[in-house]
């Protein structure tokens, strides 16, 4: 089965070529947003503009990173591959022509230690990030590699004039992200952050046997805190586009709230105190570059660990 449009009919090799040149163009612009962040000394940020290119032989790149979806419940090869591309999803339900690919590449051997795919969304209530796929090296987990690349997703959010981050979590994963919101002020956060179909009980009721006992107590800590509604309050209601009582779902994002739980970010026009703090030596410099200081790393492995709405079964809460 070939490339399809939206309507579900074949793409030709004009059209397919069209919408390639659209991509790149979007995709640059957030190049040059990306270029005012500074990550930490001994790694780099990355756009992946083109991330259908081949990386050299020995590199591990965006797309074996992001290969690890394919042991998720909600993804193929083909999904990847045809989100890496901006094309529609397989299932033809949803279009990645707005997609941004990023990548936290160790400076050194620029092997691929954390990635990530993003997609904007013009709503109603402003312009929203939708960040679907979220991994990190498995043997770089609880190295701050994956908090140094969510922190500067949310500067990138803020600097292409988001009004909201939206992560699309499975139930696994929902720990790791709720412990940012808990970092939050009250003030920095919806009145309905967390939202999710009751659909998720029973997976929520498995996953404290995937953590440690360290990470159950934690799991469950913030669930307590955060707790979840099946619809969104008045202030994340623009953001969707069917927000209305009896018919919701989550649209228009790729996952639902039957599938996932939709935790939503507030971005705001200035940079917020937990992306500044991250790391200590962090700076902001002169020139308006957020900047953060080096942490700490080893040789990278082949194994990613993946933490959002298509991570494995065995997706782990990490702090």
């Known amino acids: 089965m070939g490339l399809c449009s939206s309507t579900g009919a074949p793409l030709s090799p004009e059209e397919v070529k069209s919408r390639r040149a659209s991509l790149i163009k979007f995709r640059n612009k957030y190049k040059s947003y990306a270029s005012s962040i500074s990550p930490p000394s001994n790694v780099d940020l990355t756009v992946e503009v083109e991330p259908w290119i081949a990386s050299p032989e020995g590199v591990r790149g965006v797309d074996d990173a992001l290969a690890t979806f394919q042991r998720g419940s909600h993804t193929s090869t083909r999904e990847i591959n045809f989100a890496l591309s901006g094309m529609m999803s397989v299932d033809n339900n949803y279009d990645y022509k707005n997609s941004v690919v990023l990548s936290l590449k160790d400076k050194k051997t620029k092997d691929v230690i954390s990635a990530a795919l993003m997609c904007e969304h013009q709503t109603g209530g402003g312009k929203v990030m939708e960040l679907i796929w979220f991994v990190t090296q498995r043997k770089m987990e609880d190295r701050k590699f994956g908090s140094v690349l969510f922190r500067c997703i949310r500067d990138l959010t803020r600097l292409a004039g988001a009004k909201a981050l939206l992560i699309t979590s499975t139930p696994q994963a929902t720990g790791f992200w709720l412990l940012y919101l808990y970092k939050l002020k009250e003030s920095e956060k919806f009145s309905t952050p967390v939202i999710r179909s009751r659909k998720l009980d029973k997976a929520f009721e498995k996953v404290p046997k995937d953590?440690?006992?360290?990470?159950?107590?934690?799991?469950?800590?913030?669930?307590?805190?955060?707790?979840?509604?099946?619809?969104?309050?008045?202030?994340?209601?623009?953001?969707?586009?069917?927000?209305?009582?009896?018919?919701?779902?989550?649209?228009?994002?790729?996952?639902?709230?039957?599938?996932?739980?939709?935790?939503?970010?507030?971005?705001?026009?200035?940079?917020?105190?937990?992306?500044?703090?991250?790391?200590?030596?962090?700076?902001?410099?002169?020139?308006?570059?957020?900047?953060?200081?080096?942490?700490?790393?080893?040789?990278?492995?082949n194994s990613y660990a993946a933490s959002n709405s298509s991570s494995p079964s065995k997706a782990q809460l990490k702090e």
């Open 211 to 301: 953590l440690s006992q360290r990470r159950v107590v934690h799991f469950k800590e913030m669930m307590r805190v955060h707790g979840s509604v099946t619809q969104p309050g008045a202030d994340v209601r623009p953001f969707y586009s069917n927000s209305g009582m009896g018919g919701f779902s989550g649209k228009p994002y790729r996952y639902s709230t039957a599938s996932t739980s939709h935790i939503w970010f507030k971005v705001l026009s200035h940079t917020s105190a937990p992306l500044l703090t991250a790391a200590k030596k962090g700076k902001v410099s002169s020139s308006g570059k957020i900047s953060r200081g080096k942490i700490t790393s080893s040789t990278p492995s």
